[in-house]
């Protein structure tokens, strides 16, 4: 079983820049890819970002290709998403989540086997 902990979300003003943490418990962190996904009020959980188990494959979703920044560290079973030029329409809680392999697509959420509890990132205007 794997269990997930995000960290490094808050408040942050327009422009502004975050970077989200993703521990994950277990031996299996290399073998698996990761995803981060965001849910705002109102709306659908939806695909951000994913990294493949080597960290060589990386895919965005397209609001916030070329703002944030998915990496991996598996010497320390973490993940990060790295926000940049944060927009209001980025506040949302963001959810960290690793798979065994894309089942479906590497932007469903169904591809993600565990999921973390989230960590709330506002963006004031």
């Known amino acids: 079983q794997v269990q997930l902990v995000e960290s490094g979300g808050g408040l942050v003003q327009a422009g502004g820049s975050l970077r989200l943490s993703c521990a994950a418990s277990g031996r299996t962190f290399s073998t698996l890819n990761i995803g981060w996904f965001r849910q705002a009020p109102g709306k659908e959980r939806e695909f951000v970002a994913t990294?493949?188990?080597?960290?060589?494959?990386?895919y965005y979703r397209g609001s916030v290709r070329g703002r944030f920044t998915i990496s991996r560290d598996n010497a320390k079973n973490t993940a990060y998403l790295e926000i940049n030029s944060l927009k209001p329409e980025d506040t949302a809680v963001y959810y960290c989540a690793l798979g065994r392999e894309y089942r479906y697509t590497y932007y469903s959420q169904r591809s993600y086997d565990y999921w973390g509890q989230g960590t709330q990132v506002t963006v004031s205007s």
């Open positions: 990294i493949g188990r080597s960290g060589g494959n990386t």
